[in-house]
């Protein structure tokens, strides 16, 4: 399975941005999907997630009411859209495969630079 983050950008405070992640190489619509973060010297911090049908969604605390993740099973993606950004959002962005809210790959791709000024 590969995935593919992409939609990451240089933002003001109080601004939106929306995150893609495509995969290829499994069948996306029997995984349930996940959104992480990590800034500089912090380890993978849960951000949002998703059921494989998208009737579920789970959020960290720091996130709820200002991001919405939903994905799209006809073209393999999953977005998480970020609405009244902060800068403590500032970090690289990453999707991966979950278990309810726990990655269940050790492998990360490239992820995709979220960057909020004050």
């Known amino acids: 399975v590969k995935l593919l983050e992409s939609g990451g950008g240089l933002v003001q405070a109080g601004g939106s941005l929306k995150l893609s992640c495509a995969q290829s190489?499994?069948?996306?619509?029997?995984?349930?999907m996940g959104w992480f973060r990590q800034a500089p010297g912090k380890e993978h911090e849960f951000v949002a997630a998703?059921?494989?049908?998208?009737?579920?969604?789970y959020y960290s605390d720091s996130v709820k009411g200002r991001f919405t993740i939903s994905r799209d099973n006809a073209k393999s993606t999953v977005y998480l859209q970020m609405n009244s950004l902060k800068p403590e959002d500032t970090a690289v962005y990453y999707c991966?495969?979950?278990?309810?809210?726990?990655?269940?790959?050790?492998?990360w791709g490239q992820g995709t630079q979220v960057t909020v000024s004050s």
């Open positions: 991966n495969l979950v278990d309810v809210v726990v990655p269940s790959s050790s492998t």
């Open positions: 190489g499994g069948t996306f619509s029997s995984y349930a």
């Open positions: 998703i059921s494989y049908s998208g009737n579920h969604t």
